[in-house]
């Protein structure tokens, strides 16, 4: 079996998801995944710059690197250059719904933008729930409840 999973770096802070899956399917892409996590930070609400994309074949992940890896014409004003690596450890749609579904990101008090997504024949679909209870998001000991 063949690599799925993909790291996209060096993307704007100022995107949003929104923004990110536009850009995914304007290059050719739109249907062609069912896993997307943006991290936000909490704090400033600024994208950390870096996003997990699972595409669902090796070849359609294979062609998404080919055509991202070195983008920069973004739709804000950047002079980012994005990369594109195999993610690791986490390969794979189910991987990736077993590293999060009990996460604090799903924690009642999280919007749902800061949040992975998955998506079933092009269409947003819900998130697998959680197997125990979910914990809110904190940062040692400091509860971290988005603003």
């Known amino acids: 079996t063949g690599r799925t999973t993909v790291m996209m770096r060096n993307l704007p802070n100022n995107y949003t998801r929104g923004d990110l899956l536009e850009l995914i399917d304007s290059q050719g892409f739109a249907g062609r995944y069912d896993f997307l996590y943006f991290?936000?930070?909490?704090?400033?609400?600024?994208?950390?710059?870096?996003?997990f994309l699972n595409?669902?074949?090796?070849?359609?992940?294979?062609a998404f690197r080919r055509s991202l890896d070195g983008?920069?014409?973004?739709?804000?004003?950047?002079?980012k250059v994005c990369s594109v690596a195999w993610s690791?450890?986490?390969?794979?749609?189910?991987?990736h719904i077993e590293?999060?579904?009990?996460?604090?990101l799903f924690h009642e008090?999280?919007?749902?933008a800061y949040r992975p997504v998955v998506f079933v024949n092009g269409r947003r679909a819900p998130f697998p729930p959680p197997t125990?209870?979910?914990?809110?998001?904190?940062?040692?000991?400091?509860?971290?409840?988005?603003?």
Request: glycine share 6%.
């Open 39 to 51: 991290p936000i930070d909490f704090r400033t609400r600024a994208a950390l710059g870096y996003a």
């Open 55 to 62: 595409l669902l074949t090796p070849g359609d992940a294979e």
């Open 71 to 79: 983008f920069s014409r973004w739709r804000v004003p950047s002079s």
């Open 88 to 95: 690791a450890p986490h390969q794979g749609l189910q991987s």
């Open 99 to 104: 590293r999060y579904r009990n996460s604090p």
């Open 109 to 112: 008090s999280v919007p749902d």
């Open 132 to 147: 125990k209870r979910v914990k809110p998001p904190r940062q040692g000991t400091e509860l971290m409840l988005p603003v």
